[in-house]
């Protein structure tokens, strides 16, 4: 099946610092989320984005499908954005009937 | 505001026993799923339904079951539990075929005693 990697596994930042998560998949893909998971762990979704580019005030993402990447950048971070970002993706083609697949998560803390 | 409602927080079970887990959406989704959280293992599919009576096992279905007798009712059973599937249990559901979002239910962390 696909693969999905997210890098770092961990960050850690000083609150108004700026961070670029990253996720690579080994196939094509027709849906790509990119998801933040509370602290009481609800997951929220943050982007549907299988190509190109959105902003939704200090995060914005960026798909690049034919290079098998997405990027997540948050900007002038906060405490609120602790937790754990997720990507996750479905398979184009097959039968995959829309399964999401995750990668393991960035950890993210910021520190006041 | 559109939910997936999932019916426990926290539910404690002792093994052997049958376990029920609800998972309600108001969004008319065709798909739902499960999946269970582990800690350094992410996210896994267990099962997914993308049509009424209709189910396909995920990557790891053994131990667990599914009903989705109605379009926006889809049930996780553990027929019986064992503590190996002590777990965060999350719900989710999309329009078909998954080219649109995911909305996840709150979860729910499950121990087997």
């Known amino acids: 099946g696909i693969q999905v990697e997210q890098s770092p596994p961990d960050l850690i930042l000083q609150e108004g610092a700026n961070s670029t998560l990253r996720c690579n998949f080994s196939?094509?893909?027709?849906?790509l989320q990119w998801f933040h998971q509370n602290p009481w762990g609800q997951l929220i979704n943050l982007f549907y984005?299988?190509?190109g580019t959105k902003q939704n005030g200090r995060l914005s993402a960026t798909t690049v499908a034919t290079e098998r990447y997405s990027l997540l950048y948050i900007s002038s971070s906060q405490t609120t954005d602790s937790g754990v970002y997720f990507c996750?993706?479905?398979?184009?083609?097959?039968?995959?009937?829309?399964?999401?697949?995750f990668g393991q998560g960035t950890i993210l803390t910021v520190h006041p | 505001d559109v939910k997936v409602t999932q019916s426990s927080r926290y539910l404690v079970k002792r093994t052997g026993e049958k376990v029920f887990l609800e998972c309600v959406q108001d969004?008319?989704?065709?798909?739902m799923f499960w999946y269970r959280q582990d800690p350094g293992l992410g996210l896994r599919l267990i099962y997914f339904s993308y049509d009424v009576k209709m189910k396909e096992k995920g990557d790891i279905p053994e131990g667990y079951s599914v009903s989705r007798e109605k379009k926006e009712r889809f049930s996780l059973i553990l027929e019986s539990a064992s503590t190996n599937q002590t777990s965060m249990y999350l719900c989710?559901?999309?329009?078909?075929?998954?080219?649109?979002?995911?909305?996840f239910g709150s979860g729910t962390r499950l121990t087997v005693v």
């Open positions: 996750a993706v479905v398979n184009a083609g097959g039968t995959s009937y829309g399964k999401l697949t």
């Open positions: 984005i299988p190509s």
């Open positions: 969004m008319d989704h065709e798909n």
């Open positions: 196939d094509s893909v027709n849906n």
């Open positions: 989710a559901s999309s329009l078909w075929q998954g080219t649109y979002g995911y909305t």
